[in-house]
């Protein structure tokens, strides 16, 4: 069966240090990836997805980044941290033949002071 | 573009009680339909899906959803809740032909008091 996983599950960090969030899914070939953001009484939001090692595509214009460097593995950066990128993140795969459905991790809960 | 309303931000409900979450949608395209529930500090988790035929649709944990094309709704119900069910719901539509995209509503928080 699949599963994925996210880690760290919590972070502290201060405003203006980097970000790396990652996100790995095991049992399933080539999926599509996806990074959510909650924010706090508020629903979620799409930030980022991606097809295929590589291939990165943007939702919203943001300061944060991502990147695949390999078929199952999905990584959420940022170079300098602010207060507004406090949230819950949530990494999301789906079959690349049958997108009609996501599953999601367990979550990063981000906290920027 | 697509938008999702969940206008019940929390559903105050006791135990054994019925209970409906209500979620409305807009789209000028066709679009499969979502529910999922989050659990305090934890990821979604996919309770049930329209995606054709049968309008009602059963998922997980008791909970059924019908969609109503005319009314561009797909309410959550389940007959009689528990305490457990105590969570965060979330309603979501894709659009056909861009099934990356998943548009959640704001959530509906579900307290169940005994």
């Known amino acids: 069966s699949q599963t994925i996983h996210q880690w760290p599950a919590t972070l502290v960090q201060p405003v203006g240090s980097p970000l790396s969030l990652e996100c790995t899914v095991e049992?399933?070939?080539?999926?599509?990836l996806y990074w959510y953001r909650q924010a706090a009484g508020r629903g979620l939001q799409l930030l980022f997805y991606?097809?295929?090692?590589?291939?990165i595509s943007s939702e919203v214009p943001q300061n944060l980044s991502a990147s695949r460097p390999q078929d199952r593995q999905f990584i959420l950066s940022s170079k300098k941290l602010l207060l507004s990128d406090s949230g819950f993140y949530l990494c999301?795969?789906?079959?690349?033949?049958?997108?009609?459905?996501?599953?999601f991790g367990p979550g990063t809960r981000l906290t920027v002071l | 573009a697509q938008s999702v309303t969940q206008l019940d931000s929390q559903v105050p409900v006791f135990e054994e009680a019925p209970v409906e979450l209500r979620c409305n949608y807009s789209s000028s395209v066709s679009v499969y339909l979502f529910w999922y529930v989050q659990y305090p500090n934890q990821g979604l988790q996919l309770l049930l899906k329209y995606l054709s035929g049968s309008t009602l649709v059963k998922g997980i944990n008791g909970f059924e959803a019908e969609f109503n094309k005319s009314q561009t709704s797909f309410h959550l119900r389940k007959p009689s809740v528990h305490i457990s069910d105590t969570a965060e719901y979330f309603c979501a539509v894709t659009p056909f032909g861009s099934s990356y995209k998943l548009i959640f509503g704001s959530g509906t928080r579900l307290l169940v008091r005994p």
């Open positions: 991606s097809v295929g090692i590589g291939q």
């Open positions: 049992g399933t070939s080539n999926p599509n």
């Open positions: 999301a795969w789906s079959i690349a033949e049958q997108t009609d459905t996501q599953y």
